[in-house]
């Protein structure tokens, strides 16, 4: 009759192989250890051990990678049936068909790109979906404010035609800064790219386009970019304008300067990088940092306190540089209220341009009236 046979599979892990019926019903019980003690798991028929070996292992944390050997015995533990153990734990990085799945000394698992609705996505490819669903990509240290020195490009590689160190808008660029490139004459070459080598007097500067922007699906009209540093762009935002679809290194990219494609209100109001204008005639002037009417324009805008003398009833006023056949309005305000009088308030005007306010007999104070002159601009 047959004996048992007893084989230590790993350290915790113990098979017993029962051959009943003289051997012609082999039945295998497995033994496993973990911290509440020992577990009898009945892997049944010789077709059940694979999967019990596998789930044991992982129970007790011992599935390690390459292939299992240590079983013994002719139970078939082959995935094709056969007697050579093959069970096998991936340890790539992307995941190998048929394997088992093995967790890192993270205790992270790696598996291939997710192809049906169905599969598992790895996280790379999931955060290469999200960055191909935003516009926004990280900033860049330069961008340029002119054309490169003479280079040609090689794929996503743009290598200067001679040696010498890289400078991007009067900074001298570094290995690993991420420059916007967007002044070549040829389009195509334009983009974001990574210092490979900055270049010296031995060696050529070489870039290479960054990750982030290396595919066309990754550079879609209305991609924008923030510069941290720079002459003239520094802390500027630049705008994809150039509409889909873009073939990279083949359809020639517009980066637009938001600052001064954006902000433009019909002439009046517009903005240079950081600096917001006012667009105005020679009507008015900044004097001192406030918006005046200019005299030059309208010289015949005046306004001064009638008289100090009084109280009085009529108050005259003498030309005070202005002329008289261009004053159109005289206007007598008071002080008090800042009002516009009109009631029992006359004016007369002279030919020489002097004027008489007259109080209808009433006495006033000059002080507490202000006239206004306006006149035609010049």
Known sequence: MPQPAYAKVTPHIYKL??????????????????????????AGGPGFEKVVLEQTLAHTGELTSGAV??????????????????????????????????????????????VADDDIAAWGQVKAWIAGMRDAKDSVRLATAAALPANTRSGNVLTA???????VDGVAANNGDRVLVKNEATGANDGIFDVTDKGSGSTPWILTRSADSDTSAEVTSGL????????????????????DPITLNTTSLTFADLGTTVIDVS??????????????????????????????????????????????????????????????????????????????VSVARASNGDFTVDFDA????????RYVLLGLPA
């Open 17 to 42: 192989d029962l051959p009943l019926f003289g051997g012609r019903l082999p039945v295998a019980v497995w033994l496993v250890q973990d911290a509440d003690g020992w577990l009898m798991v009945d």
């Open 69 to 114: 050997t240590a079983v013994t015995g002719s139970s078939p533990v082959n995935s094709s049936g056969g007697t050579t153990p093959n069970i096998t734990v991936d340890s790539s990085s992307t995941g190998t068909a048929n394997y088992l799945i093995r967790r890192d000394a993270n205790a992270r698992a790696k598996v291939a790109d997710a």
């Open 161 to 167: 035609s001679a040696n010498g160190a890289l400078t």
């Open 224 to 243: 924008y970019v923030n510069v941290t540093e720079g002459t003239a762009n520094d802390n500027h935002t630049f705008l994809l304008t150039t509409n």
């Open 267 to 344: 002439g009046v109001l517009s903005k240079s990088g950081t600096t917001i204008s006012l667009t105005f005639d020679a009507s008015l002037v900044n004097s001192g940092g406030s918006l005046q009417v200019s005299k030059t324009k309208y010289p015949q805008l005046f306004s001064a306190l009638i008289g100090g003398a009084g109280p009085a009833t009529s108050y005259t006023v003498t030309n005070n540089g202005w002329s008289a056949d261009m004053i159109q309005v005289i206007q007598i305000i008071e002080v008090s209220t800042g009002l516009d009088v009109t009631d029992g």
């Open 362 to 369: 009433t006495s006033v104070a000059g002080t507490a009236y």
